[in-house]
């Protein structure tokens, strides 16, 4: 075990996984020598050489075509996007190709060893396009997983089987916890699972779930409202497709209650996904409505971030609402 | 040092705009309209068993794409595109390349892919959506695909296997493979982003790929001066790095020889290369339009009799390789084959059921194990409303 951040557990994963397998390739803008704008892959090229972790032309669409092209090979690509709001030029390469590949080929072809880092969302005062949640668009998408991890022992495990999965995966990094998350990290090789959410914590009035760094969120406004005697059950859904019904509904059938959390604009967000499943398998359970504590819709904003976040505070006041409907 | 940028330019002291004028990319031909060849030309590496092989898949081509465009004007297909006038482009690279060398198509190359075995049967298992087609009835006519000829299955979106031409090229050489990728695509597609994405990122990365460009002057209506405003697509790879050369599409030794010498770049020096094939494309864009409404017969005409099967039959003949009468017994097999296959494929049944929902992950997840169970009672309910899946439910 290391006490280590989530920039170091992820840089960590990246290792292990080009160390574990020689066919593994890391590439994106500023990732070679440099490591990164973030740091998240420091050192690899000195350990795994120029041609296996390498700078790319500065080209979204060209960095996930290529990346489709590494992995269609048989290699193992990992590709970063250097921040989730400028992912959009790769969104044909991402939603027309790398998702369909299988598919449009009766798995004569696959890019199932592809995986796409990008950090997301808010917390670094980055304003509109520094700061965006844009899972949404790709849990619409059929082939691909979505993955967010909310701390460093998550986001090692999480990210190792990731890349090992046999499909093409996004996995989202909540950027404002790289360096503010630390956590103890097992030193060796391990995976947590994909398609499976997780109880942090078990609870009987009302059960809250989020991911990556809104956890934060839900547990604050869980603490407060264990002071006015409330019990919340807290979940971490972690893979946001395919997610974990079964999970989410067993506990909302024990509660009776359910708010969803997430920092993406509530329209369309992949909240509504969640609480029309929940709503169609937990009908007769329910107590009161499911709620979702989300971003505006509006963009994001910069002088007024704190206002625009669904923070502990709104989720607070909603735990309150539904216990009082 | 790490800017390595060039500052040592010739410096001017007046203003000098460059122009298209300033790179002059000739053409390369080899072979004359009648069948001969030009003087001091340098000739491919080419002998009478590749010269064959080489024209009896053109006599395919025209046999496949002839009898396919009549059974869709018959209905008996919902699609197709055929690449007449072309086949020299598309069928002379690929003649170039070593059978493991990867193909990536556009979607007019149907012919490169017959060159390297693909049988008519499969051919037509594809175009009829049947339950042996390799892609399991999923995608439009002509969305060919074959991991064991190393011809990667065709995507509508266009210009999308560019940057992933580079990428795979980019995986070979990582690996030490004496292999290159090929990838196909029109005057239309080198407008899309993901061209010069893939061009400038082969350049920077050294990758084995050969882009080739086929040039046929029209994007569906658009013609080539609507296109783009410079040279052709050529003066682009020059700009990005990569070896550049053009050569008239309709001369298959002249695309052979170019294609051979790109290869040896490619692969032994990892260089990549663009080719820039000058074609025309004599049918419509596909069986959906008629390109009467933007193009008129006589430049039809004038390209007509610039056609890449007859010139190279011409030489074939000059050679004492190939005469008429070889010629009328070859174009009947072709026409024989295709029909029976055709026949054939007509009559097996679309994929089951199971098949919609398999390959979107290389496992099941419950959320369509549900939908199938569902879509699976409901048909069951309503099998006359659904009678391409439900006949084989008690089969199965």
């Known amino acids: 075990m290391s006490k280590i951040n989530l920039l170091q557990a992820i840089n960590n ?34 350990k795994h050489g120029k041609h296996r972790c390498f700078n790319t032309p500065l080209t979204e669409q060209g960095i996930i075509g290529f990346a489709n092209g590494v992995a269609s090979q048989g290699m193992t690509a990992i590709a970063e996007i250097q921040f989730a709001d400028y992912i959009f030029p790769a969104f044909d390469q991402i939603v027309n190709e790398a998702a369909k590949f299988r598919y449009r080929s009766g798995n004569e072809f696959n890019v199932g060893s592809l995986t796409i880092r990008t950090p997301y969302g808010g917390g670094i005062n980055g304003g509109l396009y520094h700061s965006q949640s844009p899972e949404a668009y790709f849990t619409h998408t059929p082939g691909l997983k979505v993955v967010v991890p909310r701390n460093p022992e998550q986001a090692k495990g999480l990210l190792l089987a990731s890349i090992r999965d046999d499909n093409p995966v996004i996995f989202f990094e909540p950027k404002k916890l790289y360096r503010a998350s630390t956590g103890e990290v097992p030193d060796h090789d391990y995976e947590i699972p994909l398609g499976k959410g997780e109880i942090v914590k078990e609870g009987s009035d009302i059960s809250l779930l989020a991911w990556g760094a809104q956890m934060e969120a839900i547990e604050k406004a869980a603490e407060m409202a264990e002071k006015d005697g409330i019990s919340c059950e807290i979940i971490d859904l972690r893979t946001l497709l395919p997610w974990d019904r079964d999970l989410v509904s067993a506990s909302v059938k024990k509660t009776g209650r359910f708010i969803i959390n997430h920092e ?56 309150k609402a539904s216990l009082n409907y | ?114 060159f390297r075995g693909f049988e008519p049967d499969e051919f037509m298992n594809q175009i009829f959506s049947n339950e042996k087609d390799y892609g399991k009835g999923r995608q439009m006519p002509i969305h060919y695909g074959s991991n064991k000829l190393h011809y990667m299955t065709v ?18 050489k990582a690996q030490d493979k004496p292999n290159c990728v090929i990838c196909y695509f029109g005057d239309g597609a080198a407008s899309e982003g993901d061209f010069h994405a893939a061009l400038n990122m082969a350049g920077v990365l050294k990758t084995p790929s050969i882009f080739f460009c086929r040039n046929n002057g029209y994007a569906i209506s658009t013609p080539a001066h609507e296109q783009f405003a410079g040279d052709g697509i050529a003066p682009r790879g020059v700009a990005l790095g990569l070896k550049t050369i053009r050569v008239d599409g309709n001369d ?22 663009l080719i820039e094939a000058m074609t025309y494309r004599l049918g419509a864009h596909s069986s959906s339009d008629d390109p009467s409404g933007y193009r ?97 439910f008690d089969d199965e």
Request: net charge negative; glycine share 4%; hydrophobic share 40%.
């Open chain 1, 13 to 46: 994963a990246l290792d292990i996984a080009m160390t574990s397998n020689e066919k593994t390739l890391c590439f994106g803008e500023d990732v070679g020598h440099f490591g990164g704008v973030f740091r998240a892959t420091s050192q690899l090229q000195e």
């Open chain 1, 264 to 319: 993406a604009p509530k329209t369309s967000g992949f909240g509504a996904e969640i609480a029309a499943a929940i709503q169609e398998e937990c009908f007769l359970y329910l107590e009161s409505p499911i709620v979702r504590v989300a971003g505006l819709d509006t963009p994001f904003p910069l002088a007024l971030e704190k206002e625009y976040m669904p923070d502990h505070l709104k989720t607070y006041e909603a735990i």
């Open chain 2, 1 to 114: 040092m790490s800017d390595k940028r060039k500052t040592d330019a010739q410096i001017v002291h007046c203003p000098e705009f460059s122009e298209n004028s300033s790179l002059n990319i000739p053409t390369l031909r080899i072979l004359q309209d009648d069948g001969t060849l030009y003087p001091n030309a340098a000739m491919p590496d080419i002998d009478q068993t590749l010269a064959l092989k080489i024209y009896d898949t053109f006599l395919f081509i025209r046999a496949l794409d002839e009898r396919m465009l009549a059974s869709q004007r018959q209905g008996r297909i919902s699609f197709y595109m055929t690449e007449t006038g072309e086949e020299a482009a598309d069928i002379g690279s690929t003649a170039a390349l070593k059978d493991d060398d990867m193909i990536m198509a556009q979607y007019r190359e149907q012919g490169a892919l017959a």
């Open chain 2, 155 to 172: 995507s509508s979106p266009l210009a999308t296997q560019l940057p992933q031409a580079t990428g795979y090229a980019y995986a070979l």
């Open chain 2, 252 to 273: 298959v030794l002249a695309v052979l020889k170019a294609t051979q010498e790109a290869r040896k770049l490619a692969v032994e020096h990892h260089q990549p290369v």
């Open chain 2, 296 to 392: 008129n017969k006589s430049e039809e005409d004038t390209w007509r009799s610039k056609c890449p099967v007859s010139r190279f039959k011409h030489w074939l003949i000059h050679q004492g390789w190939w005469d008429e009468e070889q010629e009328l017994a070859r174009k009947e097999t072709h026409r024989t084959s295709v029909v029976q296959a055709m026949k054939k494929g007509e009559k097996v049944p679309a994929p089951a059921l199971k098949e919609l929902f398999t390959d979107v992950y290389d496992s099941l997840p419950w959320h369509l194990e549900e939908q199938h169970k569902a879509l699976e009672q409901h048909i069951r309910k309503y099998p006359d409303a659904y009678k391409t899946t439900s006949w084989r």
